[in-house]
């Protein structure tokens, strides 16, 4: 599933780190959408102008930027594993004894570890000096 992400980047590490030599990167997070409080929402606006987008790192180079974007979609994609794991069996019990508020808190932490490694797959390396982080 989250193979496409990371291979596509693949490409900008040898081509952008020759085309963007001596400028600063920042890999960027997207914001979430707009979302009610009592729904369950696992979408990031990434229509949003990158100046609204949290700043993670800052790198010396594109391919260290991207390695860095890597890393951190599979340690999301790591924890969001870890975590269903973890709580598949409380979401048993908690759907035979038709708990829908154990039940609600459980899927609302699985989703949580879904929308960081989600969050992750939809960051970007954007240059220091791009103008439409202004």
Not at 62 to 89: H, P
């Amino acid at each position: 599933m989250g193979y496409p992400l990371i291979l596509a980047p693949l490409v900008l590490l040898v081509w952008g780190s020759f085309a963007w030599a001596g400028q600063g990167w920042y890999l960027l997070l997207p914001p979430k959408s707009s979302c009610p409080p009592e729904k369950i929402c696992a979408e990031w606006d990434t229509n949003a102008p990158l100046s609204q987008w949290e700043h993670v790192r800052a790198s010396d180079s594109a391919q260290e930027c991207e390695l860095t974007r890597i890393d951190g979609y599979e340690q999301a994609l790591q924890r969001a594993t870890r975590l269903q794991k973890n709580t598949a069996n409380a979401v048993k019990e908690a759907q035979s004894a038709n708990d829908r508020e154990k039940l609600t808190t459980l899927r609302r932490m699985q989703m949580e570890g879904m929308n960081a490694m989600t969050q992750y797959g939809n960051s970007r390396c954007i240059a220091s000096d791009d103008p439409r982080l202004k």
